[in-house]
């Protein structure tokens, strides 16, 4: 199970952090990636992170503004957003998956329910 939190309203400029605690089956991930959904657009990829060597990959979008880590002994995966943009206005979900770091959503067997950033200009 993956349960999200931190989104919100803010502003153009401003930061949020993202949480996701994982629980259960999901428990056995060895890749987490954060994705987001806008409307009317795909689900597009954020970051990805191998959950053991903690190597990461990210969307040229928000490389430099946004950092994806995680805290083993919370079970715990970050986003933490900063300088955000409205474009960056998006249902955020996280996801997990038993492979390697993947930017694809159909790679990833677990998700969450998502949370909801919005970035008022």
């Known amino acids: 199970q993956l349960v999200e ?3 919100g309203l ?3 400029g401003d930061s949020l952090r993202l949480s996701c605690l994982v629980s ?3 428990g056995s991930t060895v890749a987490m990636g954060w994705f987001r959904l806008a409307p009317g657009k795909e689900r597009e990829f954020v970051a990805t992170i191998d959950w053991f060597t903690r190597d990461t990959n990210y969307a040229d979008s928000v490389k430099g503004r946004f950092t994806i880590s995680r805290d083993n002994s919370k079970n715990t995966l970050y986003l933490q957003m900063t300088s955000l943009e409205p474009e960056d206005s998006a249902t955020y979900y996280c ?3 038993s492979g390697a770091r993947s930017i ?3 790679e990833y067997h677990y998700w969450g329910q998502g949370t909801q950033v919005t970035v008022s200009s």
């Open 104 to 106: 694809f959503p159909r």
């Open 95 to 97: 996801a997990a998956r």
């Open 10 to 12: 803010v502003q153009a």
């Open 24 to 26: 259960g089956r999901a």
């Open 5 to 7: 939190s931190g989104g």
